[in-house]
């Protein structure tokens, strides 16, 4: 069974930088898994925020960016916002339409 | 603008079946491959089933494999998700999402964009 798995949670003083990783079982995630991040905060609909490792959605703030990161997908969100306070999820791609979302980081800004 | 809604969702015992559907619009819905995510309770999001833009592919995650099944509608701008023989751990908010195309180094694969505001299905005797 694949694993894809993110920090649980993570604190952030507003303004600073934080880094969400994203890591899967099957070995280091490359461009070929097309990550992508999600944020869901309590009571919305979730709002997908990059795909394709990198690529922003054109209502996705500058300050959020994807990257890979020592064999794992990362999000990176610099000056952070209180609005920023949110669950993230990424997302890998593993062929024959299946995708797994790994097990979300609460990020907490204080 | 990109809408779309789910209903269908409700109390349901064990061993029961329940229809779901999500209604589009402010797109050319045959154009784009869809997908249902849910999330149970306290817990994450799961992707659960995919289709192709004429519903002749369709993919599952093994969780539901079997008791589900995606379809679609393009003339009535509807995806639907059929859920049989129901279990107290498919209870959670499920979300209908539009999936578009991107090309990365030759492989094109189609990746969420726009979700719904979900509908709840709760399995309980």
Redesign the interface.
Known sequence: ?TVVTQEPSLTVSPGGTVTVTCASSTGAVT??Y?P?W?Q?KPGQ????LI???T?N?SWTPARFSGSLLGGKAALTVSGVQPEDEA?Y?C?L?YG?????????TTLTVL | QVQLVESGGGLVKPGGALRLSCAASGFTFGDYYMSWIRQAPGKGLEWISSTNTGGFNKYYAVSVKGRFTISRDNARNSLFLQMNSLRVEDTGIYYCARLFEDEVEGLRVDQIDFWGQGTLVTVSS
């Open positions: 069974q461009s070929g097309f992508n999600i869901h609909a979730p709002r997908s795909y394709s490792t690529k959605r669950d999820y997302l791609y024959a339409g299946r995708w797994v979302f790994g097990g979300g």
